[in-house]
């Protein structure tokens, strides 16, 4: 955590999200071959630009001496954010990253003027709960059988202004 710069992504730094968003998706074992397939294809750096374009708010990074280490995704949904994805590069999990990055998230809220984040998880995801639980997240439903046929949890945290 020491010496880790949280901030809205560049258009510099897409190219070395990207890299690590692919990195992280191929190694979790959450989501099915199509899952993966599709989610890869929404975060190409040509993707990325388009939504970093569409709001500067929406790519938070996470660097250590210049290198991207971690990210947030997220995206402007009717006043309130949809969490897409974040994610810690392995060699740096479990140093309070992921703390970081929903804190700018949460930052960005408020800058957006909206009052809640939502986000879902897979229900085996139990580290992703863990994080979001400790950050101020509550469950609200379990989904069997949605997106891709997995079983999904959604979460929510008010924004307090």
Known sequence: MLGTEIDFAKSTDLEQ??????????????YN???????IKR???????????EDPFSII?????GKVIGFCFS??????????????????QRQGIA??????????????????????TRTENKRSSDVLEKNGF????????HWYG????????FISK
């Not at 071959?33 to 989610?39: P, S």
């Not at 995206?75 to 740096?92: A, K």
């Open 17 to 30: 999200i990207e890299s690590l968003f692919l990195e992280i998706i191929e190694s979790i074992p959450y």
């Open 33 to 39: 071959d199509l899952a993966k397939e599709n989610e």
């Open 43 to 53: 975060y190409k750096k040509v993707e990325l630009e388009f939504k970093l374009a």
């Open 61 to 65: 990074s996470a660097k250590q001496d």
């Open 75 to 92: 995206r402007f949904d009717d006043f309130t954010i949809w969490l897409e994805w974040f994610g810690i590069s392995p060699n740096h």
């Open 99 to 120: 703390k970081l990055l929903l804190e700018k998230l949460d930052f960005s809220a408020e800058a957006r003027k909206c009052h809640k984040i939502w986000c879902d």
């Open 138 to 145: 509550s469950k609200i439903v379990e989904i069997k059988n």
């Open 150 to 157: 997995q079983d999904f949890f959604l979460w929510q945290k």
